[in-house]
């Protein structure tokens, strides 16, 4: 029978599912290994030709390891809390839960299609009851703990707790909110229930804290900095503020320097590793005090008397020339001087509308406003000026800045621009003038570092500082807390509820708290989140939190949950976790690098530390699969005098004839860039009666390569090419298409050549009458050679994550044996196995039609390499005569000099050259050369 993809592919996708055929073991002697797939945010518009593209990877490398002996778990879920499906329900009213029910149906379907060796016993999804009870089970643990320094670890508030009673504050060293209370643990005592659990707060791990976000009231919402553009939502386009309010927090800080050294231990992409090490920030540096002149109101400074800053280059101290405050710094207002105060608060109206993104971005646009306040350099004395400005960040460092013109571009412009001092302090000329040669630049104008180099003068200074108590050394981190709420419906509820507006964890046993129901799915009139609308929705009387959590919450710890995917009592089982790990191998998007990446790993260290775990990094080994773009095709459409596009269409070879603009064209109804005219004219209404000027009888479209989308209609769904070529082809073609991590666009028009390769790897099975028949005499030493080519290219594939380059071996594998005209038994047979990782429903079959048991081949042994075969056997020796190359002689290898000698003399081709001369030497390099000297 000829290839029949259709029903071969449905037959095994069945046997499959019915046999549970990849199902993982808990129990096993097996090694275990553990693949790993970004599992998808189920969106409407189903899956194209780029999201495989990973999930094919993963699945050739998951069948590769069981054939290689690998208990392998190889999972796939859904990520089904977010956005989309809350925006439908707020504009159809349908419920979140019906979509998402529905789009997963989908994306099943499809993934199934495509042959995908998950184990869909552990499947698992994030707005499921069953798993979020987890998520929130996490949440209750990061709220229950607090940060040791002393032990770099979390540990369990309860036994802070016991610290305050014996021992009050002191001793404690922990990752917490910058205000916290000095006590004794007889003050502890004395306190309220309600004080200690305030000052708790300030510890625990996740907390409530007043923090700056973008508020958007017409939509009753926080948006994320990526969802505001100029000041207005990038939705809808409505003003968006930057505003106080209490939001959850997660004390990702605690973790800064762990998920810095961490990422030296494992396999990731190298610029990937970077992006996180840049989003962490680690600044090495120095605080520093600058008193406050004596002028200045200090009545209602209550303090605070100095202004603190933290700098980098404390070397660059002698050079500051004015400090420049946050808008939002707490002392702006009580530093402004009157005749100053205008302008303060003019200004700070006008920064509250930028968004954290956007001022560090301004670069250019200076702006400011003087306090009228002055303070003391504390080296110097010097009296310098105090600013506002919104290029100095709140959240970062102390938000105070001492400006150093000569050492800082943006402080150079602000000074250039207001007309503040400038004190080189480098000796530039020395630089230039090779007079320093250690280049490094000496100081100038700065009392006693002058002369030292900058390592030199940065140690000086902050000894200095130390000793006068203006300042010590401080390590910062541009990374913050993570903000841990959204005022929206679908996502987990928080299990929290509030008492004298203190938050309190529900109780264990009241979990999972599922989402209520809701009339509607957007804010309360009054700017209250959704799930205020819920009737009677309370704990004991008391009322819950509101908000939901982001859509990284069910994304941090998910891994583990398909360890054990239906344990109702733990998240996983103890020995399950034992067992699995951590995940050996995972393939996503390189989008995540700096959200779901970066609290995975925060969250995973955090369940180490609770012993919950068993490893510090989730992720061994990491890639970031390439992007498919789309590749679009377009029609030109002639322009007429008056300069309109009209109905003609003129075809690509002959537009530099004619004025034309451009249209994309759906690629669907393009071969090979040939126009189907007829379908073209079905496609729009509008283009029904086009005419038109064809090259050699066809319309050749244009193509270009672009993003893939909807808009371009260069979407290519892979249903249809299954449909077409079945899912075999479909694996093979986007491993075929280039490097898993490049970048690469869609091309459809190499795919045939792949069906023609399976059909001719089905072909080496059958006779000229399609009649499967194979043999089982001894394989001859060319066949056995082809095999093992291929049998240790594909492993050495394989195991780089070279895809593609197997792809190209298999067909000149395939080639190679039918030149001999090949139907061994014992070679196909191994050859199946090689290639069914890639394409695994016509593996399976020919397996099953070689005779062996019904079943799979999921578990055979991948062929074992064998060099013996790849020894070449004979040689053609060159033959020369006074050392000219006259003609080659075929020999075994194997031949010793002696036996080489007597076959080239008595050989008749080699007597025509000796004209019956006798040789005087015949001199033999054994496997390179016979040389006859006469
Ligand atoms: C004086 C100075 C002189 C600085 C000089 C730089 C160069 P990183 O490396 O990112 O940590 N800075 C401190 N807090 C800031 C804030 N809240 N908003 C904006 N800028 C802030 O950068 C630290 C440097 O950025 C600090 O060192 C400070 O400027 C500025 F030649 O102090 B520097």
């Known amino acids: 029978m000829d290839y029949q993809f259709k029903d071969i592919e449905k037959k095994w996708q069945k046997f499959w599912a019915d046999n549970q055929t ?6 096993t002697t097996k090694p275990k290994y553990y693949v790993l797939d970004m599992f998808p945010y189920p969106s409407g518009a189903g899956l194209h030709v780029g999201h495989p593209l990973g999930y094919i990877a993963s699945d050739i490398f998951s069948r590769y390891k069981r054939l290689k002996g690998f208990n392998v778990l190889h999972p796939m879920g859904y990520d089904s809390f977010g956005l989309p499906a809350e925006q439908y329900a707020i504009q159809t009213g349908q419920h979140p839960a019906i979509t998402t029910e529905a789009n997963i149906a989908t994306y099943r379907r499809q993934l199934d299609q495509i042959g995908f060796s998950f184990d869909w016993s552990r499947e698992v999804r994030t707005s499921s009851p069953d798993y979020y009870k987890w998520t929130q089970w996490i949440f209750m643990q990061l709220f229950n703990s607090w940060y040791n320094k002393d032990a770099d670890k979390a540990e369990s508030i309860d036994k802070l707790v016991k610290h305050f009673e014996q021992n009050g504050s002191i001793g404690i060293n922990a990752v917490c909110d910058d205000e916290i209370l000095s006590f004794s643990a007889e003050e502890w005592k004395a306190m309220s229930n309600q004080d200690q659990q305030a000052e708790l707060l300030k510890y625990r791990l996740t907390y409530l804290r007043e923090s700056t ?14 969802e505001v553009k100029d000041g207005f939502s990038e939705r809808g386009g409505y003003p968006v503020e930057q505003k106080k309010m209490m939001q959850w927090s997660m004390r990702i800080t605690a973790y800064a320097d762990r998920l810095l050294k961490g990422l030296d231990t494992i396999d990731w992409p190298e610029p990937l590793k970077e992006m996180q090490r840049n989003w962490i920030g680690k600044s090495v540096g120095a605080l520093v005090r600058f008193q406050l002149e004596k002028e200045t109101n200090l009545q209602s400074l209550n303090t605070n008397h100095y202004i603190e800053v933290f700098t980098t280059r404390a070397d660059t101290i002698f050079g500051t020339t004015f400090l420049v405050l946050a808008p939002e710094h707490e002392l702006v207002t009580s530093l402004t001087t009157p005749e100053q105060k205008d302008d303060i608060e003019a200004y700070i109206a006008q920064a509250k509308k930028k968004s954290e993104l956007e001022r560090m971005a301004d670069a250019k646009t200076v702006s400011g406003a003087f306090t009228g306040s002055f303070a003391l350099n504390p080296i110097n004395g010097e009296k310098v000026q105090i600013w506002i400005a919104d290029y100095v960040l709140a959240g970062y460092g102390t938000g105070a800045v001492m400006a150093v013109p000569s050492g800082d571009q943006r402080d150079y412009l602000f000074a250039k621009h207001y007309n503040l001092p400038i004190i080189p302090i480098i000796d530039i000329q020395k630089i230039e003038t090779e007079a320093d040669p250690t280049k490094e630049g000496r100081y100038i104008n700065s009392g006693f570092i002058n002369g030292l180099t900058y390592k030199e003068a940065t140690t000086a200074v902050i000894a200095k500082l130390e000793d006068i108590g203006a300042g010590k050394a401080k390590v910062n981190f541009r990374m913050r807390d993570a903000i841990f709420g959204r005022q929206r419906y679908w996502g987990e509820p928080v299990p929290v509820y509030f008492k004298d507006e203190l938050p309190y964890l529900i109780e264990e046993k009241d979990l999972p708290l599922v989402l209520p129901e809701v009339d509607k799915y957007l804010p309360t009139e009054d700017g209250e989140p959704p799930l205020a609308r819920a009737k009677d929705w309370n704990y004991n009387g008391f009322e819950y939190e509101l908000s939901t959590m982001p859509g990284w919450a069910g994304s941090s710890w998910y891994w583990y949950r398909y360890m054990d995917a239906h344990n109702d009592a733990e998240f996983a089982s103890k020995e399950a976790i034992e067992y699995w790990k951590d995940v050996d191998l995972y393939i996503g998007g390189s989008e995540h690098a ?11 260290k955090f369940m180490k530390d609770l012993d919950l775990v068993v490893e510090e990094e989730p992720f061994k080994k990491l890639i970031n699969q390439g992007m498919i773009q789309g590749r679009s095709n377009f029609v030109y459409r002639l322009i007429d005098e008056e300069g309109r596009a009209t109905n003609t269409l003129i075809s690509h070879g002959l537009i530099k004839q004619y004025k034309t603009s451009p249209l994309h064209v759906d690629v669907n109804i393009v071969d090979n860039e040939v126009l189907n005219i007829n379908k073209f004219k079905e496609w729009r209404p509008e283009y029904a009666d086009a005419e038109f000027i064809l090259e050699n009888g066809k319309y050749i479209c244009g193509v270009e390569v672009e993003k893939m989308s909807k808009s371009k209609f260069n979407v290519v769904n892979p249903d249809d090419l299954i449909e077409r070529y079945g899912a075999d082809t479909l694996r093979m073609y986007e491993m075929f298409l280039g490097p898993l991590e490049q970048s690469k666009p869609w091309n459809t028009n190499g795919i045939e050549g792949v069906f023609k390769f399976l059909r001719k790897f089905w072909r080496l099975f059958h006779n000229d009458a399609w009649e499967f028949s194979v043999s089982t005499n001894g394989p001859s030493k060319a066949e056995l050679k082809s095999l093992h080519k291929i049998i240790r290219k594909v492993e050495e594939d394989v195991e780089r994550f070279s895809f593609n380059t197997s792809v190209s071996s298999f067909m000149i594998a395939v080639n190679e044996l039918t030149d001999l005209k ?4 014992a070679v196909l047979q191994d050859l199946v196995v090689i290639l069914s990782p890639y394409a695994p429903h016509i593996c399976e079959e020919l397996w099953t039609l070689l005779g062996n048991e019904a079943g799979t081949l999921s578990y055979t042994a991948f062929p074992k390499f064998n060099p013996a075969y790849l020894v070449e056997d004979d040689f053609a020796y060159p033959i020369s005569i006074n050392g000219k190359t006259k003609l080659n002689l075929n020999m075994p290898l194997s031949l010793e000099p002696a036996d080489i000698e007597a076959i080239v003399l008595a050989s008749a081709d ?10 005087r030497k015949v001199i033999v390099v054994k496997g390179r050369i016979v040389n006859i000297v006469l």
């Open 594 to 604: 700096t959200g779901h990446l970066l609290y995975s790993r925060f969250w995973n």
């Open 822 to 825: 090949s139907n061994n038994k």
């Open 910 to 919: 080699v007597q025509k050259y000796l004209d019956n001369k006798t040789p």
């Open 22 to 27: 990849f199902k993982a073991e808990d129990k």
């Open 213 to 226: 976000v973008n508020w958007c009231a017409a939509l009753g919402t926080v948006l994320a900095n990526d």
